[in-house]
């Protein structure tokens, strides 16, 4: 994607309107929902979030856990956590937890890995619900995610599900800084990444651990890209479309 295709896509965020089947099917078509989702796509729209400086761009650092890797083939998202930043700032007084009610079966490898169990799924908040005080509590600032691809299939999926729309949010990955550093580093575990630059690995495959080792490395890369001359997005975007 070139500079202009990357502003028009800040540009064409949110064009498509919400209907009457906003959550369809889960207790949720008020007017109230409607009106939240509505305004939260034109100030999506509206922002300019490149031309913004680094050192005072709002960001939501999050992190799911999921029954698997496929939402395509039905895997569900089972946890949401995020925390917001502001430039190099955690906020850690400002983050978000939650389950996710689901009744698919949970493998004993996801159970083990997350120490989540099934019947906390069955009577955890619903997934309209949810998504409704996660978009609450990021409201219209820029998501950030290890991996976000994951993330981006899954919340996507979770969107169109439920409000037959689009997700509007921009997610951008935590490799989009390191790649102006290192243009050759490739993908790797947010652990091993974390233990590099000596940031504690704590509450590892809990959504809202992960938010907050993924937001000290965000932080970390804001710096790095600072110190080496960048002031706002758009000026790393610039950069980055040069190399390819």
Not at 11 to 37: D, Y
Not at 91 to 104: I, K, P
Not at 130 to 158: P, W
Not at 160 to 186: A, C, M, N, V, Y
């Amino acid at each position: 994607m070139g500079m202009n295709d990357f502003i028009q896509y800040f540009r064409g965020m949110g064009t498509k309107k919400i209907g009457s089947n906003v959550l369809a099917g889960h207790g949720q078509t008020n007017a109230q929902s409607i009106s939240f989702l509505r305004q939260l796509e034109k100030e999506v729209r509206k922002k300019d979030d490149l031309a913004t400086p680094l050192s005072k761009l709002e960001f939501v650092v999050f992190d799911i856990e999921t029954t698997g890797f496929y939402p395509e083939k039905g895997d569900e998202i089972i946890s949401i956590g995020a925390v917001k930043m502001k430039g190099l700032e955690l906020q850690e007084q400002e983050t978000f937890y939650s389950l996710v009610q689901t009744h698919s079966p949970l493998s004993p490898q996801i159970t083990a890995l997350t120490n989540i169990r099934e019947e906390e799924l069955r009577t955890a908040p619903k997934a309209s619900d949810v998504l409704l005080k996660f978009f609450h509590f990021t409201s219209s600032r820029i998501l950030i995610a290890h991996h976000s691809k994951h993330e981006q299939r899954f919340m996507q999926k979770l969107t169109w599900e439920l409000t037959r729309t689009k997700f509007q949010h921009r997610i951008i990955d935590t490799s989009f800084l390191t790649r102006i550093i290192d243009p050759t580093s490739g993908s790797q575990p947010l652990e091993k990444i974390c233990t590099e630059y000596g940031i504690e690995i704590k509450d590892r495959h809990h959504a809202l651990g992960d938010s907050l080792m993924t937001a000290k490395l965000w932080a970390h890369h804001i710096k790095k890209a600072q110190e080496a001359g960048f002031h706002t997005l758009g000026e790393v975007y610039e950069h980055l479309a040069k190399l390819g």
